[in-house]
């Protein structure tokens, strides 16, 4: 207890960026991810190959490669220089937008056939189609999926920990310096991992409950 | 599937989708060229970049790295699935002191994210006297990690079946291990393929975790030779390098899980696809709901 309390300081900013790894790129993850789940299921041929290109290339590409390209390769390249949290943010969507459009298409290829049928058969053109009647029913299916994602994203923030980021995962490193047992430190940083994740797995469990199906 | 979602297109639906496919090839081409350009421009593609891969010294120590890193993946795969039938049989038990111990078990090591074990192992353990080599720091908190989550693949496959399987074998008079060992277990596994082998998938990737508590894997050496000034600091040239060697051997590892999957459902199996293994390369999350299983009772 004491050496949370004695390095409270490094264990708040640690976790507060953490959270604010975690949020914004889910936010992004969201919007790039539902982009390049639509494209999987658009009419359009080429929109389909490149958004299966995308998801299988980035899926099969190891999250702490990305990081480390963002984090030493982008420097090199004389584009506007921006810090390693927001280079870590954007590796991160990048990865978790492949997962949440994995997601969103399960999501749709869950909503009946006929829903889509009957949508057509009214005369509803494709986006109408996806926005009225396939998207919101498709939206309850997604939420447990999703927020396994979310708890997935959550995890792999600590990636960022080495790649220059003061978050969770590089609060050993700090508390180090300062001399503090490194097993005691790494322990409650786990932890509190699991409270967290254990929390993100009750909101899971309670949208589950609100929106389930009965099919 | 995803035909259901519009009509055939006709002539006018068919003009637009072309143009629309026109576009999207144009913007596609635009990134990839604008960041080609951007590497040419900062002067990546320069051949004084790329000659430190001609010698065969480090092109040896390449194989080394990738050595280093498929040997790391093979002992966590092999640990892995073994630990993961274990706690997965364990939550199965009739035996609340076997069961509930490796259901926190799973709980808990599914949510600590696998660097961070790493961590425990790497920098941890020595304060209390325990020290090991970074190899066996990246392999135990794979092992931690996907075993648990292998776990709950494995119960999750069991639990499956059809009830009459495990009817069928008590009625018979097997035991109850016997019943798990022989009857139960093979048909999970065999449902389960290609999510289990989608999870090992997770465990190559994850092995480049290694590079953060210092193993000397492919991102390590890829770090170190761009790093080297005299010979231009390559780290662009060393990222490729490394980085299409790691792709590769996921997607040749995803390839096989994919055929793995076809085969078993041309052979009219029931099979869980790996797609709905959402373990996002490390989360699995503390809830349950992380394998989403198809209904069941069709085949059987």
């Known amino acids: 207890m004491d050496v949370l309390i004695n390095n409270s300081d490094l264990f708040v900013i640690g ?11 889910a936010i992004f993850a969201l919007i790039l991810g539902t982009i390049v789940g639509a494209m999987r299921v658009s009419p359009v041929g080429p929109m389909r190959m490149v958004g299966t290109a995308y998801v299988n290339l980035v899926r099969n590409t190891p999250l702490t490669l990305l990081m480390f390209f963002f984090a030493f390769g982008y420097p090199k390249l004389g584009l506007p220089s921006i810090d390693y949290l927001q280079l870590a943010i954007v590796a991160l969507s990048l990865y978790t937008a492949t997962y949440v459009a994995e997601t969103v298409r399960a999501g749709v290829n869950t909503v009946p056939v006929g829903q889509a049928e009957a949508a057509r ?7 109408k189609t996806m926005s009225l009647v396939v998207l919101p029913q498709a939206f309850r299916a997604v939420i447990p999926p999703m927020m396994s994602v979310f708890i997935a994203l959550l995890k792999n923030t600590t990636i960022a920990a080495g790649f220059s980021v003061q978050e969770a995962g590089a609060i050993r490193a700090y508390a180090s310096e300062r001399g503090e047992p490194a097993l005691v430190v790494l322990l409650w940083v786990a932890l509190i991992f699991v409270i967290l994740v254990w929390l993100l797995a009750l909101l899971q469990r309670y949208l589950e409950k609100k929106w389930s199906l009965t099919r | 599937m995803s035909s259901v979602l519009y ?15 026109i576009i999207t090839v144009l913007v596609v081409i635009a990134i990839i060229g604008g960041i080609l350009y951007k590497f040419w421009e900062a002067n990546q593609f320069a051949p004084s970049k790329w000659r430190v891969f001609t010698f065969p010294l480090v092109q040896r120590t390449i194989l080394e790295a990738a050595g280093a890193t498929l040997s790391a993946f093979a002992v966590a795969a092999v640990g892995s699935l073994v630990v993961g039938v274990l706690l997965g049989l364990g939550r199965l038990s009739q035996h609340a002191w076997l069961r509930l111990p490796c259901l926190v078990i799973v709980e808990v090591f599914r949510a600590i994210p696998v660097l961070i074990l790493m961590m425990i192992m790497y920098y941890g353990l020595p304060t209390i006297g325990i020290k090991m080599e970074p190899f066996f720091a990246v392999v135990i908190g794979l092992v931690l990690y996907n075993g648990s989550v292998l776990a709950e693949v494995f119960r999750a496959g069991v639990q499956s079946l059809p009830k009459g399987q495990n009817e069928a074998a008590q009625a018979l008079g097997l035991r109850r291990t016997q019943v798990l060992w022989i009857i139960l277990l093979p048909q999970a596994t065999r449902a389960m393929l290609p999510v289990i082998l989608s999870q090992l998938v997770v465990v190559l990737k994850d092995t480049a975790l290694g590079f953060i508590v210092t193993f000397h894997e492919l991102l390590y050496y890829a770090k170190f030779l761009g790093s080297s000034f005299t010979y231009g600091s390559p780290i662009i040239p060393a990222t490729i390098v490394m980085g299409s060697i790691y792709i590769v ?3 040749a590892l995803s390839g096989v899980a994919k055929l793995v999957e076809l085969r078993l459902k041309r052979g009219g199996r029931r099979v869980v696809p790996a797609a ?15 394998i989403v299983l198809p209904s069941t009772q069709k085949g059987g």
Do not use: M, W
């Open chain 2, 7 to 21: 009509d055939a297109p006709g002539p006018r639906a068919r003009a637009r989708n072309r143009v629309l496919g």
């Open chain 2, 249 to 251: 051997l996921c997607l």
């Open chain 2, 276 to 290: 709905s293994n959402v373990d996002a390369g490390g989360p699995g999350g503390g809830g349950g709901a992380a």
């Open chain 1, 15 to 25: 976790f507060r960026n953490t959270l604010v790894l975690f949020v914004f790129s």
């Open chain 1, 121 to 127: 058969a009214l005369g509803l053109p494709f986006t």
